[in-house]
């Protein structure tokens, strides 16, 4: 079955940039798609087709996908950006949606 | 206001059967594919169950192949999810999530508020 691998943790201060990354194979030719997911709370897509963003999304955020790494960027990270990121493709060979991992992001 | 409600959820023993209903308004139902995503306490988020916009085509993970039925009732513009031989590792919450567009390459646009399954004895 395809993974989708992220790393767990990133901590970024107020006003830096985050960089949340998302490694699965040839997933540069797959349409990804990021959520962000708070305590307590349903997923959010922050970023669309790799790099789209829905209405309402600030443009802090941005995605990019290439090879075997899709990377979710947080620019000028604020304290309402801590949560927890997962991204998400459709794997056609199998039928089946697959999730990353998921990242938490800190803001110190 | 688009929204999905799910309901259903409880404690259910090991073994026991359990069905979950999402009830969608606010959109055109019929016209979207729909899947059951879940999550561990803890743990990140699982698909589990996906459907076409007709309900002719069902999608299962490996996990719940062969336990769990998806299907939908376009007349009354709801979702549900038969769960049965119910395992501790099943123990989630459960969401439902609309697909954006007919695509199944497309993303999970809306996301209900999810609903509690605990496989307890």
């Known amino acids: 079955s395809y993974v989708l691998t992220q790393s767990p943790s990133v901590s970024v201060a107020p006003g830096q940039t985050a960089t949340i990354t998302c490694g699965g194979n040839k997933i540069g030719s797959k349409s990804v798609h990021w959520y962000q997911q708070k305590p307590g709370q349903a997923p959010v897509p922050v970023v669309y087709d790799d790099s789209d963003r829905p209405s309402g999304i600030p443009e802090r955020f941005s995605g990019s996908n290439s090879g075997n790494t899709a990377t979710l960027t947080i620019s000028r990270v604020e304290a309402g950006d801590e949560a927890d990121y997962y991204c998400q493709l459709w794997e056609s060979s199998s039928d089946h949606y697959v999730f990353g991992t998921g990242t938490k992001v800190t803001v110190l | 206001e688009v929204q999905l409600l799910e309901s259903g959820g409880g404690l259910v023993q090991p073994g026991g059967s359990l069905r979950l209903s999402c009830a969608a308004s606010g959109f055109i139902f019929s016209t979207y594919p729909m899947s059951w995503v879940r999550q561990a306490p803890g743990k990140g988020l699982e698909w589990v169950s996906g459907i076409s916009g007709s309900g002719d085509n069902t999608y299962y993970a490996d996990s719940v192949k062969g336990r769990f039925s998806i299907s939908r009732d376009n007349s009354k513009n709801t979702l549900y999810l038969q769960m049965n031989s119910l395992r501790a590792e099943d123990t989630a919450v459960y969401f439902c999530?609309?697909?954006?567009?007919?695509?199944?390459?497309?993303?999970?646009?809306?996301w209900g508020q999810g609903t509690m399954v605990t496989v307890s004895s």
């Open positions: 999530a609309k697909v954006r567009g007919s695509s199944r390459v497309n993303p999970f646009d809306i």
